[in-house]
DNA sequence: GAATGAACAGGTTGTTCATAA
DNA sequence: TTATGAACAACCTGTTCATTC
């Protein structure tokens, strides 16, 4: 009857790659209006120089958390006489930039963190 | 019939948890041969500041995969007129240091791309 | 309690399929 | 083909339980 609800905690390991994408979907919403593809292409750009070539399902998750978060709302675009069925288009909600800096505020902790982590490990091993 | 035998890809992400802890535990039994919960300790005290405690678990499946890798073999000891069930030793196969080398050196490369990664997302998000 | 081990559960992520213009 | 979405499978990892001294 009763739903398992019991969490499982963070060891606090290197961040999960959705958070990573998270943050930058905010940063590349912040920056210019959007939608799904478009910025996973230029994520592929950004992260080709390391080898890292995100799915479009990652990329989507990360889209529906930072909506379920309340940062950011759909706005569906059906654009007339085009080749495509929609696009969606995401903007902040009322309250969402305010959310999305305190969100970008943890996740450069994170990011800090885990440098330190990286930096340490080659200290250690490769002496 | 047929066992799924799809490999999944990896995209290039960060590196896992296991990887990263077989790293350590190359170089942690090169100094000292050890025992399993021993090398926890070191590991727990050493990533303390980074507020990273790994699992018992963790660090087992990490050990069984060296030995599967053939780098370690086990060497059990029961110590006599001791408190503890077994102790569990490693140590380096015949072929074990060299092909340990051979891990390490892939696993420096790929520190250096999540370094490198990190630091791109902190200059592209943290202007 | 210290130590090893294994089963289990939950979450994350990559692959694949579906749908629409 | 571009775009979105969802189902599914595989993997990783954290919790828990079992066992021995």
Redesign the interface.
Known sequence: MEKDERKRES?????K?RA?LK??L??LMQQKKSYGLQVLDTLTE??K???????HS?MYEALYDLVEDGILHRQEIIPPNERFKKLVYYEFTNNGLNQAEVY?KQ??EE????????????R???A
């Open positions: 060891r606090g390991f290197l961040l790659q990573f943050l930058y905010i940063t950004t992260f120089p390391y080898g890292y070539q995100p799915t990652a970008k996740l450069k990011l800090d963190r885990c440098q330190g982590l990286i930096q340490q490990a080659i250690d091993n490769f």
